[in-house]
């Protein structure tokens, strides 16, 4: 497993919303140190409503792999999504097809992938 590369908030930032990060769907996802990883195609919410995972379509042209990566920590700028990890622990993380239900097993294996 990889080891995740962390953010630090800012003392007093508020976190995004759910409706902030709706309004990324579509943008491009970098990662932590600027490196493209695809476009974010979907949020996915945890039991209580609120944002838990990113959909991430990798690729440059749609046919690429889905891959879910942790909302914690993301932000948006400069029209980009911007993710508290490297492409190399994004690209590691286990492939799901983009309609696939959240099981606890994948749960469980992505909280693993991403040390959470």
Same mark, same amino acid.
């Given at each position: ?35 493209? +990883? ?29 891959? +879910? ?5 993301? @932000? ?26 959240? @099981? ?13």
């Amino acid at each position: 497993m990889a080891t995740a590369r962390t953010t630090h908030r800012l003392h007093g930032a508020t976190a995004p919303s759910l409706a902030d990060a709706q309004s990324w769907i579509g943008s491009r996802v970098t990662d932590s140190l600027g490196s493209g +990883l695809g476009r974010l195609d979907d949020v996915w919410v945890d039991d209580s409503g609120e944002p838990a995972w990113l959909l991430i379509r990798e690729g440059r042209f749609g046919g690429g792999k889905h891959r +879910l990566v942790p909302f914690d920590g993301a @932000t948006a700028g400069g029209g980009r999504v911007w993710l508290p990890y490297e492409r190399d622990v994004v690209r590691s993380s286990p492939v799901i097809r983009g309609a696939e239900p959240l @099981t606890p097993v994948l749960r469980n294996r992505l909280r693993a992938h991403y040390d959470r």
